[in-house]
């Protein structure tokens, strides 16, 4: 646990660092529902969050976001901070991103990687709807397998 406590440390501090060291961007803030289920079997579980996003460079951005999943009132908190990468910055946007994800609620607290990649398509305006696809490598203790893919949706608003 040490050593993620200390990689954790790490991201946030080059994250802050190449935050303040770009020009300020976009901000961008969206909220929506996911899907989460294990590759190893087992029903999904349906959830919503919110996420927050800044733009820190033409292609490059850190992203915060927050899922709460919830099934048979057992509750699974999902906390993930993100450097994304776009691919294409046209008037739909592609990106990959990989970062940190912290599992908390009704599971014992953990902290693993996370690989993902994702869509903004333009609706009007500043408003736009978003897609992704995250592969969370946390592993609640006791469990047999990690907490697995997030499938996510919703809508995005540029500042």
């Known amino acids: 646990m040490k050593i993620k406590t200390k990689l954790l440390g790490l991201i946030l501090i080059l ?24 590759p190893f079997g087992g029903d ?13 460079k033409s292609a490059m951005s850190g992203s915060l976001e927050y899922y709460s999943y919830t099934k048979d009132s057992f509750t699974t908190n999902v906390l993930g901070i993100d450097y994304r990468y776009y691919f294409v910055t046209d008037n739909t946007q592609v990106y990959g991103s990989a970062g940190l994800t912290s599992l908390g609620g009704d599971v014992d607290s953990t902290l693993g990687l996370s690989l993902g990649a994702g869509a903004i398509f333009p609706l009007s305006g500043n408003l736009g709807a978003s897609a992704a696809l995250n592969y969370n490598m946390a592993k609640p203790d006791g469990a047999n397998d990690p907490f697995g893919f997030n499938m996510k949706g919703g809508v995005v608003y540029t500042f």
């Open 15 to 38: 994250f802050s660092v190449t935050t303040f060291a770009q020009s300020q961007g976009e901000v961008r803030a969206g909220a929506g529902l996911g899907f989460g289920f294990s």
């Open 44 to 56: 999904g579980t349906l959830g919503f969050g919110a996420n927050f996003e800044y733009v820190f």
